[in-house]
């Protein structure tokens, strides 16, 4: 894959240098968005399928349509931008490679994986989003998020979907962990949305693979705002509590500002601890109970 990878990008080389002296054609895109993509990038095709057009935009010439995992390289910075599936993102123009030929067209990313981890067997793990949902005065905005996981043929062999609250939350980060002492999982991916202002909350999410299927694990999330309060919670699995087999703790701590009249005094908190602990049991989780 690091051959390829290489190999692609020595390919491309001229056309990189072309599009960074090659006069602005379309409307330029500055919004920031999750996938903060530049020029010179390697990216993957997060959807079934993906339409490469000649133009960036929904009424471009379908030039080719790549399946999930194809690499694709970012030619361009950001352009334009349409809602599909009430995901906004922005067009860049990209190259690919079928068969033996190097490719040039534009994508929407939107149909691109936010990142990807892989492990020991070449096998991928994707991320992105699959849709947006507005709130509906019972549920707040939110995406639809999906992690899929590929073999080293680039077929789908595994899907997880969750929710992810949307808070203004502003960039992410992924990782794929080793099963942690959890009965037979071979590994523990991880993604979390976080925010840098002062409110917005972090979401960790977990799904536990065991070569057939995706599991859900216990979740868990953080969020402050300076000065006044903080709540924070913490996952430790078997390997890092080194206590009950198969059990996972989520260790809960909540602190609010102690008022004072002094302005000058330094920030105290009164803290409150609890503790929650899960049971897994080879084809999910079951809550235990609370402790202080």
Same mark, same amino acid.
């Given at each position: 894959?690091?051959?390829?990878?290489?190999?692609?990008?020595?390919?491309?080389?001229? &056309?990189?240098?072309?599009?960074?002296? /090659?006069?602005?054609?379309?409307?330029?895109?500055?919004?920031?968005?999750?996938?903060?993509?530049?020029?010179?990038?390697?990216? @993957?095709?997060?959807?079934?399928?993906? &339409?490469?057009?000649?133009?960036?935009?929904?009424?471009?010439?379908?030039?080719?349509?790549?399946?999930?995992?194809?690499?694709?390289?970012?030619?361009?910075?950001?352009?334009?931008?349409?809602?599909?599936?009430?995901?906004?993102?922005?067009?860049?123009?990209?190259? @690919?490679? *079928?068969?033996?030929?190097?490719?040039?067209?534009?994508?929407?990313?939107?149909?691109?994986?936010?990142?990807?981890?892989?492990?020991?067997?070449?096998?991928?793990?994707?991320?992105?989003? $699959?849709?947006?949902?507005?709130?509906?005065?019972?549920?707040? $905005? /939110?995406? *639809?998020?999906?992690?899929?996981?590929?073999?080293?043929?680039?077929?789908?062999?595994?899907?997880?979907?969750?929710?992810?609250?949307?808070?203004?939350?502003?960039?992410?980060?992924?990782?794929?962990?080793?099963?942690?002492?959890?009965?037979?999982?071979?590994?523990?991916?991880? !993604?979390?949305?976080?925010?840098?202002?002062?409110? !917005?909350?972090?979401? @960790?999410?977990?799904?536990?693979?065991?070569?057939?299927?995706?599991?859900?694990?216990?979740?868990? @999330?953080?969020?402050?705002?300076?000065?006044?309060? &903080?709540?924070?919670?913490?996952?430790?699995?078997?390997?890092?509590?080194?206590?009950?087999?198969? #059990?996972? &703790?989520?260790? *809960?701590?909540?602190?609010?500002?102690?008022?004072?009249? $002094?302005?000058?005094?330094? *920030?105290?908190?009164? #803290?409150?601890?609890?503790?929650?602990?899960?049971?897994?049991?080879?084809?999910?989780?079951?809550?235990?109970?609370?402790?202080?």
């Amino acid at each position: 894959m690091r051959y390829c990878i290489i190999h692609l990008f020595l390919l491309l080389l001229p &056309y990189l240098a072309y599009c960074q002296e /090659r006069p602005t054609a379309y409307t330029l895109s500055d919004e920031y968005n999750l996938w903060g993509l530049s020029v010179s990038d390697t990216t @993957y095709i997060f959807a079934e399928n993906a &339409y490469v057009r000649d133009q960036p935009n929904l009424d471009g010439t379908v030039l080719d349509s790549l399946p999930a995992g194809s690499m694709l390289i970012i030619l361009s910075p950001a352009y334009n931008g349409n809602k599909i599936k009430g995901v906004y993102a922005p067009w860049h123009q990209v190259a @690919y490679k *079928i068969g033996n030929d190097i490719k040039k067209g534009f994508i929407w990313i939107g149909l691109l994986s936010l990142g990807k981890q892989q492990d020991a067997q070449g096998n991928v793990y994707l991320y992105g989003f $699959d849709r947006f949902i507005p709130s509906d005065g019972n549920k707040a $905005d /939110r995406y *639809i998020c999906s992690v899929k996981l590929l073999n080293a043929k680039n077929a789908l062999i595994g899907k997880h979907q969750f929710e992810m609250p949307y808070a203004g939350q502003s960039y992410m980060d992924a990782k794929l962990l080793p099963n942690m002492g959890l009965k037979d999982l071979r590994h523990i991916f991880r !993604i979390a949305f976080s925010g840098e202002a002062c409110g !917005i909350p972090t979401d @960790y999410y977990y799904a536990g693979w065991n070569g057939s299927n995706f599991f859900a694990l216990p979740k868990r @999330y953080a969020v402050s705002d300076a000065g006044i309060f &903080y709540y924070e919670e913490s996952i430790l699995f078997p390997t890092e509590h080194r206590k009950e087999a198969n #059990v996972i &703790y989520k260790l *809960i701590e909540h602190g609010e500002a102690v008022e004072t009249t $002094d302005a000058l005094a330094e *920030i105290t908190y009164k #803290v409150s601890r609890t503790e929650e602990k899960f049971l897994w049991t080879g084809k999910g989780f079951t809550k235990l109970g609370d402790s202080k």
